[in-house]
């Protein structure tokens, strides 16, 4: 029944230790996005892929990269976490045309120590 | 740029109906979401409003638009405990390639 799956649930890396997190979708979404949320704040888009082109917003640290290898998966990686990376990252799916389909993932919380 | 607001908190109590309101600012925004999100946990899509309709019901959940103002709002009738969570309200186009905008979440206490 899940729609939008990530793994891991939970994450716990190093500070300036690479990690990668992914995200995988069953509903042949063509866009699917990457936000960043901190406690009790509204979720912060990091990017987002519109089919393969790659839409990164302004304020995204380039700390921050991401892979769409196919329609179904996402990845995005941290390249030298901070503790400032600690946060719930939520993946979500569109499909153009059906804008009343915007569904989020459980999300990834990551832990940096 | 769209900026989309709510109030922070609501609180009430059990079996009463919980109003949580929403303001936007883009008129050409075409549809208008509200999310639920649970402690840990993603965003679970409640309910959408396209924005020619003026209201919108489902079981527990009634979705007024006043289009004019740039109003949402969101009832939950009958509220209970599980009700308990912080409400998302969202605006986007009708393309459905385009990242929704939010607004900060109204953190709703449901006491028994």
């Known amino acids: 029944d899940a729609m939008v799956i990530q793994n891991p649930r939970y994450q716990v890396t190093q500070f300036g230790k690479p990690v990668t997190l992914s995200c995988s979708q069953t509903?042949?979404?063509?866009?699917m996005y990457w936000y960043q949320q901190k406690s009790s704040q509204a979720p912060k888009l990091l990017f987002h892929y519109y089919d393969k082109d790659f839409n990164n917003e302004a304020d995204t640290p380039d700390n921050f990269q991401s892979r769409r290898p196919n329609t179904s998966f996402c990845f995005l990686d941290i390249r030298s976490p901070g503790l400032g990376d600690a946060a719930m990252y939520l993946c979500a799916t569109s499909k153009s045309g059906r804008p009343y389909e915007q569904y989020f993932g459980p999300g990834t919380r990551l832990t940096v120590t | 740029g769209e900026d989309v607001e709510q109030s922070l908190f609501l609180s009430v109590r059990e079996g009463d109906s919980s109003v949580i309101n929403c303001t936007y600012t883009d008129s050409s925004s075409t549809y208008l979401y509200w999310y639920k999100q649970e402690p840990g946990a993603g965003l679970q899509l409640l309910t959408y409003i396209f924005s020619n309709m003026d209201m919108k019901q489902d079981q527990r959940l009634t979705v007024l638009l006043n289009k004019k103002d740039k109003h949402l709002s969101l009832r939950i009738a009958d509220t209970q405990t599980g009700d308990s969570a912080i409400y998302f309200c969202?605006?986007?186009?009708?393309?459905?390639?385009?990242?929704?905008?939010f607004g900060k979440g109204t953190r709703l206490s449901v006491i028994a």
């Open positions: 509903l042949n979404h063509n866009v």
């Open positions: 969202a605006a986007g186009s009708a393309s459905g390639n385009t990242p929704l905008v």
